[in-house]
């Protein structure tokens, strides 16, 4: 039930094993995207296609031999401290771009770092302005996935990246702490609390407090449904709209894409148990509505895109929680990508379905802020 990655239009993706370092020391950057190159070269793959995907796309499957070279052990047969050292899905993508000689997209973005407090201390969070741009701007609270146990901003700090400089807002994607050293629901809490912390202060970074939408892949799609949900019930004001990629949205793992991909990559059925157990303090929790947002009232909800991926163990619950949205009255966009996987979304620079998904995220956050 828990997991994610996330990113940009034409570069990066994100990872669903990824090492932990929150890399407050390195927020302070300037890029320019005005050097970006429109990558043409396709990247085959070299062997059959997997018998858990007979559909995979070519560049899709590129990169899932590219991550299985790297011979890691499964992260089920790891603690947690060992995940996170683990090559993620975004090394496979460099290591393919480097081998293929396609240069990296340069964005127009400069970031910094800023501590956020929360309940028992504070967290990070870097903040991703668009270059160029002047007056009040729109802000994305972003919550990156790796459900709820490993990865971190550095690993989809691509995906931030991208959405401030094609959405032209903001982007403030949060560092909230992990599991097991911090179980259910010390990350949903720290999610809340930066949201809050940032409609209260995006006056002091250029942002406009009264347009800020939240946004996640995986679990950090689950908590950016949370984090309007608790919104909604506070009575503060809630989020401009939601971006939800492949979330964490259901606590049965019989679903026909769990059955269906109990084996996929990078994400399978062994793993998402494995995140169930570091997450949570006791599987009686799996029923609990922000875990399970199946049985969670969606009622009052601003605007949300839900995106999903046809290889992958979290398609049923995404697919049904749009269905459920819908029903409950919220304006919901919603595609499925064929043909790809989990982690898919930020793979632009070499997965074509990925540098469309983030054009329809894109397309659609730019139409709840009225850009």
């Known amino acids: 039930m828990i997991f994610s990655l996330g990113?940009?239009?034409?570069?990066?993706?994100?990872?669903?094993?990824?090492?932990?370092?929150?890399?407050?020391?390195?927020?302070?950057?300037?890029?320019?995207?005005?050097?970006v190159?429109?990558?043409?070269?396709?990247?085959?793959?070299?062997?059959p296609a997997p018998d858990w995907a007979p559909g995979i796309k070519p560049e899709m499957q590129a990169v899932i031999e590219k991550?299985?070279?790297?011979?890691?052990?499964?992260?089920p047969n790891l603690?947690?401290?060992?995940?996170?050292?683990?090559?993620?899905?975004?090394?496979?993508?460099?290591?393919?771009?480097?081998?293929?000689?396609?240069?990296?997209?340069v964005l127009k973005v400069d970031t910094t770092g800023k501590e956020i407090p929360v309940s028992g201390g504070t967290i990070h969070a870097r903040i991703y302005t668009p270059q160029g741009k002047t007056g009040a701007l729109p802000v994305i609270v972003y919550y990156h996935g790796g459900g709820f146990v490993i990865a971190n901003i550095d690993v989809y700090d691509a995906s931030a990246k991208t959405l401030a400089d094609q959405v032209g807002a903001i982007v403030v994607s949060v560092a909230y702490r992990l599991a097991p050293e911090h179980k259910f629901p010390i990350a949903h809490n720290d999610a809340y609390a930066a949201y809050d912390w940032v409609i209260k202060n995006a006056a002091s970074f250029n942002g406009d407090p009264k347009k800020v939408a939240v946004a996640g892949e995986s679990a950090g799609g689950n908590l950016a449904i949370n984090t309007a949900i608790k919104a909604r019930d506070n009575k503060v004001m809630l989020p401009t709209a939601i971006l939800a990629v492949?979330?964490?949205?259901?606590?049965?793992?019989t679903t026909p894409s769990y059955t269906k991909n109990a084996k996929a990559k990078p994400l399978d059925k062994p793993m998402m148990m494995w995140f169930v157990k570091n997450y949570l303090n006791n599987m009686a929790e799996a029923k609990d509505p922000r875990i399970n947002l199946l049985a969670a009232n969606l009622k009052g909800l601003p605007p949300t895109t839900v995106i999903t991926a046809e290889f992958d163990p979290l398609r049923s619950e995404g697919m049904t929680l749009t269905e459920k949205l819908k029903a409950a009255g919220v304006s919901t966009a919603n595609k499925n990508y064929n043909g790809v996987t989990h982690e898919f979304f930020g793979m632009g620079a070499i997965v074509p379905q990925a540098k469309d998904a983030m054009s329809y995220a894109v397309g659609e956050l730019k139409k709840a802020f009225g850009l």
């Open 7 to 35: 990113i940009s239009g034409l570069l990066a993706l994100a990872a669903c094993q990824g090492n932990n370092n929150t890399g407050s020391g390195t927020d302070s950057t300037a890029t320019d995207s005005s050097k």
């Open 37 to 47: 190159d429109t990558v043409s070269k396709t990247i085959k793959s070299t062997g």
């Open 67 to 75: 991550l299985v070279s790297y011979g890691d052990k499964p992260i």
């Open 79 to 105: 603690t947690a401290v060992e995940a996170r050292k683990n090559h993620t899905p975004t090394d496979a993508v460099m290591d393919l771009m480097k081998e293929n000689n396609i240069a990296p997209p």
């Open 246 to 253: 492949y979330p964490v949205a259901g606590s049965d793992m």
